[in-house]
């Protein structure tokens, strides 16, 4: 059975920082890409950026590039999002996926299994 468990959410005032973990476990861990997607209030889940366990491809949404860092350590099974510069409008609940296919992609449609999420609550 896989699982998927974030943390390191919280509150940060505008253009703190805040890094993010993911656990995964289970089965074929090294085959499919990992994803963090987030939800603010009202709005539709949307895509941050993903990684495949090699870390050879990254993809990042626009709005998030040149600020966040997707990384992984493939030794302990967790991916990282670090996220610098933050700015009131990334106040969302962040969720981590792993994906139902090997490649980053940036639908929710390829992802099979989600963490519960954590808050990430930037003040301006």
């Known amino acids: 059975q896989v699982q998927v468990v974030e943390s390191g959410g919280g509150l940060v005032q505008a253009g703190g920082s805040l890094r993010l973990s993911c656990v995964a476990s289970g089965r074929g861990l090294s085959t499919y890409a990992m994803g963090w997607f987030r939800q603010a209030p009202g709005k539709e889940r949307r895509f941050v950026a993903a990684i495949n366990w090699s870390g050879t491809s990254i993809n990042y949404t626009d709005s998030v590039k040149g600020r966040f860092t997707i990384s992984r350590d493939g030794a302990k099974n967790t991916i990282y999002l670090q996220m610098n510069s933050l700015k009131p409008d990334d106040t969302a609940v962040y969720y981590c996926?792993?994906?139902?296919?090997?490649?980053?992609?940036?639908?929710?449609?390829?992802?099979?299994?989600w963490g519960q999420g954590t808050q990430v609550t930037v003040s301006s």
């Open positions: 996926a792993r994906g139902a296919k090997s490649f980053t992609s940036d639908q929710l449609r390829d992802y099979a299994y």
